[in-house]
């Protein structure tokens, strides 16, 4: 038996917030009747409707995706550009878990289960994310220093990080670093790196918490096992 918001919220059709709020607004039924009790639970044999429409139950699924260049992550993109939901073969409506930019590469997760992307994304979790970042110019130690102890980007200042320098090549000025940060702001790292006062020439995502690339190559993914996934939603819960 499950909670009534989660069915509604795993099949993809809105957050689970945004599901108890249409079960306390009367909006749903279960096997024809309105429930509007939170704490409801349903089966798998239990039919749903949301403002009197049957909710479809997907099979869950979660998926780790090396992302290539140029490759948008959205679900849909207004110039019909290449989108990261578009590599992976599935009638499933998935979503890719938070973004990286169209010129970043790297992990990126995929599902269609709106709690787990929910609890991945939530500000609260402090999955970290390890990022290998190549700049334009040399990084000092004092430049590194900020980027460890947080720098303002958008007015906020970010949390605690962890940098270390991979290689530093003298003759034409630039600089391989790894960045460990456990927040998802928007181009945070680009940003974090422009409030230094240096630029990232290429950006690419080795790991999302315990999870890496290992076995892909860039375009390529699989499925998240059952037991990562749970060690996700572990540390997302720290
Ligand atoms: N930070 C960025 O600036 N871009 C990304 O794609 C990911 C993190």
Do not use: W
């Not at 009197?52 to 699924?61: A, G, H, V």
């Not at 390890?130 to 460890?148: A, C, S």
């Amino acid at each position: 038996m499950i909670r009534l918001q989660k069915v509604i919220a795993q099949s993809g059709i809105c957050s689970r917030r945004k599901a108890e709020q249409l079960i306390l607004d009367g909006k749903v039924k279960v096997n024809d009747k309105v429930i509007t009790e939170l704490g409801f639970k349903v089966n798998s044999n239990d039919e749903i409707k949301v403002n009197n429409k049957k909710i479809k139950k997907d099979r869950l699924e979660y998926y780790v995706l090396y992302k290539p260049k140029n490759i948008i992550s959205s679900t849909k993109d207004e110039k019909d550009r290449t989108t990261v939901i578009d590599l992976i073969k599935s009638n499933a409506r998935l979503y890719p878990i938070g973004r990286l930019d169209y010129d970043t590469t790297g992990i990126i997760l995929i599902t269609n289960d709106g709690d787990f992307a929910n609890l991945m994304m939530h500000p609260s979790n402090k999955i970290e994310k390890t990022y290998i970042v190549y700049l334009d110019g040399l990084i000092t130690l004092e430049q590194i220093k900020k980027l460890e102890q947080g720098v303002i980007i958008d007015g906020r200042k970010t949390s605690k990080a962890r940098a270390k320098i991979l290689q530093k090549d003298t003759k034409y000025k630039n600089t391989k670093l790894k960045l460990i940060i456990n927040e998802g702001r928007n181009h945070q790292v680009k940003k974090m790196i422009e409030a230094i006062g240096l630029k990232v020439k290429k950006l690419h995502r080795e790991s999302y918490g315990i999870i890496d690339l290992k076995g892909l190559i860039p375009g390529m993914y699989r499925e998240l096992k059952k037991s990562e996934k749970e060690q996700l939603e572990l540390l997302a819960k720290q």
